[in-house]
T-cell receptor, first 112, second 113 residues
Framework: DTAVSQTPKYLVTQMGNDKSIKCEQN?????MYWYKQDSKKFLKIMFS???????INETVPNRFSPKSPDKAHLNLHINSLELGDSAVYFC???????????FGPGTRLTVL | AQSVTQPDIHITVSEGASLELRCNYS??????LFWYVQSPGQGLQLLLK??????LVQGIKGFEAEFKRSQSSFNLRKPSVHWSDAAEYFC???????????FGTGTRLKVLA
């Protein structure tokens, strides 16, 4: 069973569209994250939720809106997509006791 | 402010040669330190971690890392590299008591046959 899964794996869309990426973890973790990895492989934290509450919001444009319906899911909705949003987006989760993150396989978003 | 530096953007080694990837961090207290590997088109996989205790930690795939507080370093080593080790390697630091992790910019390892 995949510990942290993301859908879709690839997403190609036009500028101005709205899209969502979904993340689910079956590890029983309390904390989930979204990271953005740019073309130079730089990995930057965007958001983190702990037990469905937003705890980290790293000056991300408000076109990005995370939603956590329960602690096993953290979705990312992006409005009015721009060329600069093209990147690989990774979801991760972390348990309460163990301080390591488990990453999903990533979603490659391409905005045309 | 917390930061992680990986001074080497690219490293090329021959198969069977030894490897050391450098990582320096800036943090006031004892950090949580991690090394992750990312194969092409894949997510990040944890190689090893340091929280406390023995400063030499063993990880998966034959990797080890040594925490040196005096040098603020957490370098990753492998005595004999395999072609399958070609990947991007990330060092990361976490803060005790918070949820935030900072990643280095990564080192791309190329392995020559």
């Amino acid at each position: 069973d995949t510990a942290v899964s993301q859908t879709p794996k690839y997403l190609v869309t036009q500028m101005g569209n709205d899209k969502s990426i979904k993340c689910e973890q079956n590890l029983g973790h309390d904390t989930m994250y979204w990271y953005k990895q740019d073309s130079k492989k730089f990995l930057k934290i965007m958001f983190s939720y702990n037990n469905k509450e937003l705890i980290i919001n790293e000056t991300v444009p408000n076109r990005f809106s995370p939603k956590s319906p329960d602690k096993a899911h953290l979705n990312l909705h992006i409005n009015s997509l721009e060329l600069g949003d093209s990147a690989v987006y990774f979801c991760a989760s972390k348990g309460q006791i163990v301080n390591e993150q488990f990453f999903g396989p990533g979603t490659r978003l391409t905005v045309l | 402010a917390q930061s992680v530096t990986q001074p080497d953007i690219h490293i090329t080694v021959s198969e069977g040669a030894s490897l050391e990837l450098r990582c320096n961090y800036s943090y006031g207290a004892t950090p949580y330190l991690f090394w992750y590997v990312q194969s092409p088109g894949q997510g990040l996989q944890l190689l090893l971690k340091y929280f406390s205790g023995d400063t030499l930690v063993q990880g998966i795939k034959g990797f080890e890392a040594e925490f040196k507080r005096s040098q603020s370093s957490f370098n990753l080593r492998k005595p004999s590299v395999h072609w399958s080790d070609a990947a991007e390697y990330f060092c990361a630091v976490g803060q005790s008591g918070t949820y935030k992790y900072i990643f280095g910019t990564g080192t791309r390892l190329k392995v020559l046959a």
